[in-house]
């Protein structure tokens, strides 16, 4: 996206990472919270990314050079309307949240929509849009030839984030059984994950491939690539632990959003989801199985459908690129 300047020089602070990496027996380096303040002093952009638990005290440290600090935020309503009421720990969490919504200026959020969002509920703070993972993966797959079954690929773990019974359903069904291959393209996570993983088993179905582990990145690649459709099915409404109810399109951002924008692909998305602007020409909705089932129907018989999504995508990519802030140079796009 071109956000870094040519010959910029990058250091990067990450506790969890050094963490990570001293559990598995690694030496690390890593500067102390007081030496990175100190060094600060020195940096043109301080980017943070949205922390939590005992890290947001880390923040307010950070005051000093708020007017070169950015702070992203992935859950964007428990910022700028915190929960007081949700016991000991949310309001705890909620006073500092708001504590340091008042100190800092600048904000970095990964949504169109959350930028609307958070210029609307915070009139004197600056908002900026980076998306975060997408690039411009080429789409070389060729249409669907007739009779051809359409490969449609879910992303994500497979936990209770999302909903799977209704793509199951279809998959079963004895007009589509021979009309569409699924994809599962991610790991189980939670007892859900699991269970919906142990049932895809049972069933036995030749056109459902699912995974009990890490996919190889090479893996998850090609997959998407040689998707027909990439398909979504989860709620809208996301409740964090301490009570606030994040909706996705508008105060959080899905993945799936820039893996549609990324591979430009047709998609499949539930009908209550507010997503991008940019990617609604690309997407196809649907409520109940029926409505899957018809939509399948319909794609499988129509190539041209697709290809009209395609073009969308593409276009898409296109206008939202135009969206993109620079974080570095400070430039906002009005």
Not at 295 to 303: Q, V
């Amino acid at each position: 996206m071109g956000q870094v300047p040519e010959g910029a020089q990058i250091d990067l602070y990450s506790p969890r990472f050094f963490s990570d990496y001293r559990q598995r027996g690694v030496k690390v380096n890593a500067p102390s919270l007081l030496l990175l303040l100190w060094r600060m002093r020195s940096y043109d952009t301080v980017v943070i990314d949205e922390v939590t638990g005992r890290y947001l005290l880390w923040l307010p440290f950070f005051f000093p050079w708020r007017k070169r600090v950015y702070l992203v935020v992935h859950n964007l309503k428990s910022w700028v309307e915190p929960r007081f009421s949700y016991g000991f720990g949310g309001f705890m969490h909620s006073c500092l949240r708001s504590f340091i919504l008042k100190l800092f200026k600048r904000f970095v959020v990964v949504g169109s929509r959350m930028k609307a969002y958070g210029e609307a509920h915070c009139r004197n703070k600056a908002f900026y849009f980076v998306p975060f993972g997408w690039g411009e993966e080429v789409d070389e797959k060729d249409l669907p030839a007739g009779g051809r079954p359409l490969s449609v690929v879910v992303p994500g773990t497979v936990s209770a984030r999302r909903r799977y019974e209704g793509l199951l359903r279809a998959a079963q069904d004895e007009l589509l059984r021979a009309k569409i291959n699924v994809v599962l393209l991610g790991r189980p996570e939670d007892d859900y994950g699991r269970a919906v993983v142990a049932k895809v088993k049972e069933l036995g179905l030749s056109n459902i491939m699912v995974f009990e582990d890490y996919i190889p990145k090479e893996q998850y690649h090609a997959c998407l690539k040689g998707a027909d459709f990439i398909m979504s099915d989860f709620k809208v409404g996301f409740q964090t632990r301490y009570g606030q109810t994040e909706i996705y399109g508008q105060t959080k951002e899905t993945g799936v959003s820039f893996i549609l924008l990324s591979y430009a692909k047709p998609g499949i998305l539930p009908a209550n989801f507010m997503g991008m602007e940019e990617i609604e020409n690309q997407v196809l909705r649907f409520s109940t199985y029926e409505d899957l089932k018809i939509l399948f129907l319909k794609a499988w018989a129509d190539p041209g459908l697709m290809e009209r999504l395609r073009q969308a995508g593409r276009s898409g990519r296109k206008a939202l690129a135009l969206k993109v802030d620079n974080i570095f140079t400070g430039e906002r796009v009005s």
